[in-house]
């Protein structure tokens, strides 16, 4: 009998710790621009949401970077839709671009959103990507016509990650 019980609580314990495994899911943004002159300060701010929790990351002077840099890796729900949306702002407020994208968040996954402006597209250049969009800075602060911000995202396993 008491042999059974043992039994019984070790397979109880294992069951409640097999349902409480969680696998992790993760997010970072990277930031990257061709290099421009420009004469007023602008803002990059990212909003994201996971379905759990809204939050927000921001860089200055994103259109003219010195320099690409990543953000913290932020945890994330690991199941439903990650949305993703952006706005590229002067110090007067004024729009230069803006835009979303939605991906679907799964365990045991990180994504990296990169956002880049400049006048080609990086994506082909990327081993690891998975996607892309691109949003033309309006007008006014275009250096040409083709001037915009590719927002391109790529993931990798977390706990068997793929070397590139």
Known sequence: MKVLRNLLGVTIFGILWACSFHYEAKLSFSFSAEP???NYN???LIT???GR???SVSTGSFLNLPYSHQTK???TDNDGSLKVRFRIFTESNDSI???KIKLDLKPDWSWNIRFHRGETNPFNACFGCQGYQSFPLDTVYRQSGSDS???IWGGNSIS???VY
Do not use: C, Q
Request: aromatic fraction near 20%; avoid cysteine; hydrophobic fraction near 40%.
């Open 36 to 38: 421009i002159n420009t």
């Open 42 to 44: 602008d803002t990059l």
């Open 48 to 50: 994201f949401s996971d």
């Open 53 to 55: 929790e809204t939050r």
């Open 73 to 75: 890796k932020f945890y």
């Open 97 to 99: 671009a803006f835009g």
């Open 149 to 151: 911000v590719f927002v």
């Open 160 to 162: 068997n990650p793929v």
